[in-house]
């Protein structure tokens, strides 16, 4: 089993930034995709932004290409979602996802942390 915990969410107004923490333990991949999702209040769960280790490639939804940066500190087993020029219309739960593969979908993710809120205000 893989447990996810993120933290970090809060409340900022528009403009403002926000760094997100996820901590990874338990089973460990060789190689893994580590996945920041959102879900907005009745809406469906949507990609934010991916990060494959150990290649390091990225991949960032449209919304959110050259404000949100993901990294990783290995010594912390953390993965992080840095959030700058955040917009009212970034409000949502974020999630952080582990899995063995490259993948952006959603559904293919089969580890989740519990999610953080993030609310930005106009």
């Known amino acids: 089993q893989v447990q996810l915990v993120e933290s970090g969410g809060g409340v900022v107004q528009a403009g403002d930034s926000l760094r997100l923490s996820c901590v990874v333990s338990?089973?460990?991949?060789?190689?893994?995709?580590m996945g920041w999702f959102r879900q907005a209040p009745g809406k469906e769960r949507e990609f934010v932004g991916v990060?494959?280790?150990?290649?390091?490639?990225?991949s960032y939804a449209d919304s959110v290409k050259g404000r949100f940066t993901i990294s990783r500190d290995n010594a912390k087993n953390t993965v992080y979602l840095q959030m700058n020029s955040l917009k009212p219309e970034d409000t949502a739960v974020y999630y952080c996802?582990?899995?063995?593969?490259?993948?952006?979908?959603?559904?293919?993710?089969?580890?989740w942390g519990q999610g953080t809120q993030v609310t930005v205000s106009s």
């Open positions: 990060l494959m280790w150990p290649a390091l490639s990225t």
């Open positions: 338990g089973r460990t991949f060789a190689s893994y995709t």
């Open positions: 996802a582990v899995n063995s593969k490259w993948t952006t979908v959603v559904s293919e993710y089969h580890y």
